[in-house]
């Protein structure tokens, strides 16, 4: 099995701007470490506005992804927005029974009901687990619903009251920063083995390096987060994973694509041998 680095550099369907910039520097960090192949998507530029350039982005991702994996090799997505997962967990043709387990410092649960800004990037969670977008969503072949109760949250500490709200309510499963990992996981062992691992590297605590323009004190380190990786991969076969969301303008010393390679590396180390 090999790993292939599925290059997403988009930022809410724009190429190259913003958050899209820093996927070629993860990909070279990453790649610097590791034997990967690599693949770039090309989004069909056929929508204007943002929301729909980004589900044209969605759908390229979900052409890539299923593209490595019928070829029996793991992808490893670098996208500039989470929304990218919409299109990994489609890819993998969205199998029955996974589950997913999401790095952020936020909550990514809004739905356009709930969002007091608008912005389709605090909503992909949310869209995963089949709320929100229900047109739009129904367009992205493979793309089924994942369940609520087979999600564990990590690190989340950035939430808007109502989303806040929604994810109280919900059967998501929340790890904080500072709380162990192992307990949610053994309870989304006895419901699922296969599962997703998405990394928001604002997860990170600014004292590692600022990811990007949402900065929020008080997140994990580099090393929390590779070793919940590890936790991960004790109990569950990894079928893909991203790593998103670096803008290196906020990242001036460039520590933070030091981190993303060691996150990077236990993603790897654990999807090529399950």
Do not use: K
Not at 89 to 108: I, N, T
Not at 188 to 205: E, G, I, S, T
Not at 219 to 230: F, L, N, P, R, S
Request: charged residues 25%; hydrophobic residues 45%.
């Amino acid at each position: 099995m090999r790993t292939v680095l599925i290059e997403v550099p988009y930022e809410l369907g724009r190429r190259d701007v913003g958050l899209a910039t820093g996927v070629p520097v993860l990909a070279a960090a990453i790649a610097g470490d590791l034997s990967v192949d690599t693949a770039v998507v090309e989004a069909s530029g056929e929508s204007w506005n943002e929301v729909g350039a980004s589900m044209d982005v969605v759908r390229a991702v979900a052409a890539a992804v299923g593209d490595v994996v019928a070829r029996g090799d793991f992808p490893l997505v670098l996208a500039g927005t989470c929304s990218s997962a919409l299109g990994t967990v489609a890819g993998l043709g969205a199998p029955d029974g996974l589950g997913v387990v999401w790095f952020d410092a936020h909550g990514d649960f809004n739905t356009p009901e709930t969002s007091p800004t608008g912005f389709f990037d605090g909503m992909p969670l949310a869209m995963l687990t089949g709320s929100g977008w229900e047109a739009l969503r129904a367009g992205v072949e493979g793309l089924r619903p994942s369940d609520e109760a087979n999600v564990v949250l990590v690190g989340a500490r950035d939430l808007d009251r109502a989303e806040e709200e929604r994810l109280d309510r919900s059967a998501v499963r929340r790890v904080g920063v500072g709380e162990p990992i192992e307990p949610a996981l053994d309870a989304l062992a006895a419901r699922v083995h296969d599962v997703y691992v998405h990394v928001d590297l604002d997860v990170l605590d600014p004292s590692e390096g600022q990811a990007n323009r949402y900065r929020s004190e008080g997140g994990m380190t580099g090393d929390d987060v590779a070793a919940a990786v590890d936790e991960v991969a004790r109990r569950f076969t990894i079928r893909a994973a991203a790593i998103t969301a670096y803008e290196p303008v906020y990242d001036p010393a460039r520590t933070v694509p030091e981190a993303a390679a060691r996150i990077a590396r236990r993603i790897v180390g654990a999807g090529v041998t399950a």
